[in-house]
């Protein structure tokens, strides 16, 4: 578990203003010089100065308003005059006795989100900041709500604004208050009409991309959307979108992102993660079948086939899975990646490609099917093409490493076909890739640890000073360094 972290200071939009002023009138600094003594003086404090107008464009304005905050206002006046008795929104497409006030409200509130969404998308981060600290997130959830009847691609516009809100801690508890997993999982699932299908499949695209955000590195939010359903809901996605998942890779990039966000155990606050149960049970609710169905028509496609790998990858956590998706195609499939990966070079499709080769072959049936179908001799030829990325070479080792794990025949193999050689060339190339020369070095020991065949043909290659250099140059090898000259037969190996 993560050390406590002391709790910053709340601070106020009023107590910041008096602090400038008071540098002002009291010092006789100017306003520049006044509001970069206030924030320093704050900083030092341990106040958190997030959401706060810093700029001092509101010092002697008694009736400033910022433009945020404006458009924030405006929208939560027009949504609170749309709102019903029982809660919900007037409906466009309903008759209404005040046609033309309503028509006005309406306008005037796409006026007010289309500014906020200006102001917070792609733009100063402060702006983000001082909209959740104004109830940004519950006020795009609500246009969400009440817009989309008056235009659906609205939907989409309220969900853009909320991304821009819950990239920063502060915006996700707004998320958790304001009912955010809920709301995201109603989106994510939205039935298609088909007059509306287009922007019906934006607005999921976009609850998926808010899952995303919202779920990376928060645990609560995690299990949030996991009570909900979010296993089942990812999955109907996966299925409802994969015909133009063959030509769109923004609709499946989203469902990756949200499916990593839930399955990688990235927020080191709470003393366990969920993320691996988590994976088991969108696996379980059919995720991998989706992808099975799906990978064909990607298989070739770039940036998506990293992202692929990577997803795929966290979901095969334990034998049954990782050994009924390779039954079911996707072992091959893995292996024409690492082929695709050589002929048409790309360093990160070569280093996911072999990261999720790695982790299949943690099922012992997989390790023979991969072996079998001359995965070793892929993986030594992907390695060479890449000789010259550390990152490709570290899961490139790491995937032999695993192959040969307690598996002295794969060993023979992977001799045969020049792991070895491959080892000692690429040590000594790269003496400063600390997380390269780690599996390496693993790699080596597994090679002789059951095999004592082949270690004079070790020493012989050089591999001993390599291994020696590791382990007094790298910390991070100094465990595997020794490991591997013991097992060399080595007497001095610490």
């Known amino acids: 578990m993560a050390p406590n972290m002391k709790a910053k200071v709340a601070i106020s939009q009023e107590g910041f203003d008096a602090a400038v002023k008071e540098n002002m009138e009291d010092f006789d600094m100017d306003l520049a010089e ?35 905050i404006e458009a924030l206002k405006e929208l939560e006046k027009c949504l ?33 989100l289309e500014k906020l969404a200006k102001l917070c998308i792609k733009t100063e981060p402060e702006n983000a900041q001082i909209a959740v600290k ?47 997993p809920k709301v995201v ?73 949200a499916i990593r966000s839930l399955t990688v155990a990235d927020d080191d606050r709470p003393a366990a993660s969920n993320a691996f149960k988590n994976a088991m049970k969108i696996a379980k609710a059919g995720a991998m079948d989706a992808f099975l169905e799906i990978l064909p028509q990607r298989s070739k496609a770039l940036p998506i086939l990293p992202s692929l790998c990577l997803t795929i990858k966290s979901l095969a956590v334990n034998d049954e899975i990782c050994r009924e998706f390779a039954e079911d195609g996707g072992l091959s499939m893995v292996l024409e990646f ?55 070479l570290q899961e490139g080792f790491a995937a032999i490493a695993t192959l040969t794990l307690r598996s002295p025949q794969h060993v023979t193999k992977a001799v045969e076909v020049g ?40 020493l012989e290659k050089g591999l001993e000073p390599l291994l020696r250099r590791a382990k007094d140059t790298h910390e991070i090898c100094k465990d595997v360094a020794s490991a591997a000259l013991r097992d060399l037969g080595l007497e001095d190996y610490l």
């Open 185 to 257: 999982l109603e989106a994510l699932a939205i039935e298609n009409v088909e007059l509306y299908e287009p922007m019906n499949r934006e607005l999921s695209c976009v609850a998926a991309n808010a899952m995303a955000l919202a779920a990376t590195k928060n645990e609560t939010v995690k299990e949030r959307f996991m009570d909900l359903g979010a296993d089942g809901a990812l999955v109907k996605y996966l299925k409802n979108h994969a015909e133009e998942m063959g030509s769109d890779g923004a609709a499946l990039q989203a469902a990756c992102d």
């Open 34 to 68: 006044a509001v970069q003594d206030a924030i320093k003086t704050f900083q030092i404090q341990g106040a958190d100065l997030s959401g706060i107008v810093t700029d001092g464009s509101n010092i002697g304005k008694p009736d400033y308003v910022h433009p945020v």
């Open 419 to 458: 792991a070895l050689d491959l080892a000692a060339e690429l040590m000594a190339a790269h003496p400063d890739a600390p997380y390269m020369l780690r599996q390496a070095c693993q790699m080596v020991r597994n090679l002789n640890v059951r095999n004592p065949e082949n270690r004079p043909i070790s």
């Open 338 to 392: 690492l082929d695709y990966a050589s002929k048409y070079p790309n360093k990160i499709v070569g280093r996911t490609s072999c990261a999720l080769l790695s982790q299949l072959a943690g099922s012992d049936a997989n390790k023979e099917a991969i072996v079998r179908s001359d995965g070793l001799q892929k993986l030594v030829h992907l390695m060479k093409t890449y000789s010259e990325e550390p990152s490709v």
């Open 80 to 112: 609170l005059l749309l709102r019903q008795e029982d809660g919900s929104y007037i409906n466009w497409e309903d008759k209404q006795s005040e046609p033309h006030r309503v028509e006005t409200l309406f306008e005037t509130a796409v006026e007010a």
């Open 134 to 180: 104004n109830g940004g997130v519950d006020a795009s959830i609500q246009a969400y709500y009440a817009l989309q009847t008056y235009r659906m691609s609205l939907g989409s516009l309220a969900f853009r604004v909320l991304l821009s809100l819950i990239t920063e801690e502060q915006g996700k508890e707004a998320f958790l208050k304001a009912n955010g």
